[in-house]
Structures are given as C-alpha cells and as structure tokens.
C-alpha cells in the first residue's frame, strides 16, 4: 500500500472509532412536582335583598299626600332594618370575605 492510501486508511478508521465511541448523549430531563394555590372566585353566601317596590302612578296632586307617600318610601329604603341596611349588610360580608381571601393569596 503507499504511504497516501495508509494515511487515508487510518483516518478513516479513527473517524470510525471516534463516530461509534460517541453514540447519542441522553437528553437531561428533570422533573419538578410543584403545588400552586390558585384563588378562585367563590359566590357571595348572602341572599339579595328584596327591592322596595316602585311608586305607583300618577302620583297624589295634594302635598301633603305625596309628602306622606315619599316619606314612607323613603323609610322603606333608609329605615333601621330596611333595604338600605340589608344591602349594607350584604356588601360588608361579601367584601370582608373577598379581602380575607385576598390576604391570603396565592404562594
């Protein structure tokens, strides 16, 4: 053999030696198990208070009358324990319970 053809030979034999020595290197997989607390929206437990009803038409022409006609629908809204009072009460539960939640959060 010339000396050309040896050194081409023993090339190709390290390529050879070199390429089945290498193989496929593993691909490095890592798992991580993680707990996340998600916050979700929950309903408010607090039934909606019934509305006063609306005043009925045509509204009293004596004054004293239609006085007397919105005094009292005014204390259906604004009356200890009326409408106004239970949608207070409402709101503060709801919101409270949002802002507990909310303190908390989410780690």
């Not at 000396?3 to 030979?9: F, L, M, Q, Y």
């Not at 809204?77 to 207070?88: T, V």
């Amino acid at each position: 053999m010339s000396e050309s053809r040896k050194h081409i030979a023993a090339a190709a034999l390290l390529f050879l030696l070199a390429a089945c020595g290498a193989g496929p290197r593993p691909v490095g997989e890592h798992v991580v198990y993680q707990n996340v607390e998600k916050e979700v929206p929950r309903p408010c437990p607090v039934a909606v208070p019934r509305r006063p009803a609306k005043l009925q038409r045509p509204l009293p022409a004596d004054p004293a009358a239609l006085a007397d006609l919105l005094i009292a629908k005014l204390l259906e809204w604004d009356g200890p324990g009326k409408y106004g009072d239970q949608a207070e009460a409402a709101l503060k539960l709801c919101t409270a319970q949002g802002a507990a939640s909310a303190g908390s959060g989410a780690r």
